[in-house]
């Protein structure tokens, strides 16, 4: 089964700054989900990437298929991004498995 | 609507009562999962379906069952509750190849007393 592991925990930035969510899985893989999660709120889909680079206005997600390595990036955060961002990959039932979460607080 | 809903999205039992969560796509994707989200643990599978009538297990399914005779609706049961049941519950349906997209429900809050 595939391992995921997310760093950090927990993260608290200034308005404005870079941010880096780290992601490592164990098994290779076809593709990384990113999924971010507002409090007390439902789960949606930040990208879906197999190889290189995908950016969505401020977010940055880029893979690493040898090292099996993925980072997101928030470009000059702002307190909406505030929110549990969770990196997922395919199971072998057609399922995700899912890391535990990174909290972001992003403070004004 | 459209998408994937969940009912009740809020719902407190007591121990060793029956308990139905519902859960509803309009996109007709062939899968469609049920998983719960705990502090520490995050998002684990409960229980999945391939297509109508076809379900399996997941990572924690004791204590769920699950039907699936309409390929629109998923629900799932705790037959008989207990705390440790406690938790959130999410719905999510799978795009067909070659995407593999999911899609989250809202998801449903359960408090077994």
């Known amino acids: 089964k595939n391992e995921v592991e ?3 925990q927990n993260l608290t930035a200034q308005e404005g700054e870079f941010i880096t969510i780290n992601c490592s899985y164990s098994v290779g893989i076809s593709a990384l989900h990113w999924l971010q999660q507002h ?3 439902g789960i949606v889909s930040l990208f879906m990437l197999s190889s290189g680079k995908k950016k969505h206005g401020r977010l940055i997600a880029t893979i ?4 099996k ?3 997101l990036h928030i470009t000059a955060s702002h307190p909406r991004d505030s929110a549990v961002y ?3 990959v395919p199971g072998s039932q057609g399922n995700l498995i899912f890391g535990k979460g990174t909290k972001l607080s992003v403070k004004p | 609507d459209a998408g994937i809903t969940q009912s009740p999205r809020y719902k407190i039992t007591e121990t060793g009562r029956q308990v139905t969560l519902m859960c509803h796509q309009t996109w007709s994707h062939s899968y469609m999962f049920w998983y719960r989200q705990d502090l520490g643990h ?3 599978l409960i229980y999945y379906s391939a297509a109508a009538d076809i379900t399996d297990k997941g990572e ?3 204590g769920y069952v699950v039907s699936r005779s309409k390929t629109e609706n998923f629900p799932l049961t705790l037959e008989s509750a207990t705390r440790s049941q406690t938790s959130v519950y999410f719905c999510a349906s799978r795009t067909a190849p070659p ?3 999911q899609y989250f429900g809202p998801g449903t809050r359960l408090t077994v007393t």
């Open chain 1, 6 to 8: 997310q760093s950090p």
């Open chain 1, 39 to 41: 409090p007390g709120g």
């Open chain 1, 64 to 67: 690493n298929i040898q090292e």
């Open chain 1, 69 to 71: 390595h993925s980072s």
């Open chain 1, 86 to 88: 969770i990196c997922a």
């Open chain 2, 42 to 44: 995050g998002l684990r």
């Open chain 2, 60 to 62: 924690v399914p004791d």
């Open chain 2, 99 to 101: 995407t593999y997209e």
